[in-house]
């Protein structure tokens, strides 16, 4: 078992940063792959931003690329996700994701299906 929780979402305005963290407990985390999501209300969950288990391959969707940068620190078993120049379209409720399996992460990273563990989001919210 897995738990993640994140935090860091709030209220910005356009333009600004948020640093998301992803903190997690209980199995081998650095074993596993993070990805992050995002739910708009009334949209489907899209696919953000992914890390492998070390940190030396990194996804991201083309909407936040050269936006946003995912990093994680397996020693404190947190994952981030630094967001620069936000816009308004950012405004979700974003969520991590830990696949402690990884065999099929590397075709399979954009869908959440791929991921076991997800923690109850935090919601970041950008004004024009």
């Known amino acids: 078992q897995v738990q993640l929780v994140e935090s860091g979402g709030g209220l910005v305005q356009a333009g600004g940063s948020l640093r998301l963290s992803c903190a997690a407990s209980?199995?081998?985390?650095?074993?596993?792959?993070v990805g992050w999501f995002r739910q708009a209300p009334g949209k489907e969950r899209e696919f953000v931003a992914a890390i492998s288990w070390s940190g030396g391959s990194t996804y991201y969707a083309e909407s936040v690329k050269g936006r946003f940068t995912i990093s994680r620190d397996n020693a404190k078993n947190t994952v981030y996700l630094q967001m620069n120049s936000l816009k308004p379209e950012d405004t979700a409720g974003y969520y991590c994701?830990?696949?402690?399996?990884?065999?099929?992460?590397?075709?399979?990273?954009?869908?959440?299906?791929?991921?076991?563990?997800w923690g109850q989001g935090t919601q970041v919210t950008v004004s024009s």
């Open positions: 994701a830990a696949d402690p399996d990884g065999s099929s992460w590397w075709r399979n990273y954009p869908y959440s299906s791929q991921y076991d563990y």
């Open positions: 209980g199995r081998t985390f650095s074993s596993c792959a």
